[in-house]
């Protein structure tokens, strides 16, 4: 995935009619949302944050009102276990709100 589809601006947000950030993620960037395979067969989903703070699992994003988000960034799993640590390996989808 490139560097720019990593990222889903405001901009974009106007383009689809969405009422959480799980929406948003699911019509923009579906792929966000694919799971990792893990050890002995078990899958690892992404890890959301909001605004840099460890919010939990990949279900928080239907909490957040889609009229308060800014950005969504995915951090590759890859990149999220060297930043994050191994707890992270489905990899971070980043939250940014006008919080």
Do not use: C, W
């Not at 901009?11 to 002995?40: C, D, H, M, Q, W």
């Not at 944050?49 to 919010?55: G, Q």
């Not at 279900?59 to 951090?75: C, F, G, K, M």
Request: charged share 25%.
């Amino acid at each position: 995935m490139s560097s720019a589809r990593r990222r889903v601006t405001r901009a974009e947000f106007k383009t689809v009619r969405a009422n959480s950030a799980y929406e948003l993620v699911f019509r923009l960037r579906p792929e966000f949302l694919r799971t990792v395979p893990g050890i002995a067969g078990a899958v690892s989903h992404p890890t959301v944050y909001i605004d840099r703070t460890d919010a939990g699992p990949l279900p928080l994003l239907s909490d957040i009102p889609a009229i308060i988000v800014t950005e969504i960034r995915y951090i590759t799993p890859a990149e999220a276990v060297r930043q994050y640590g191994p707890v992270h390996s489905g990899g971070i989808i980043a939250v940014r709100t006008r919080r």
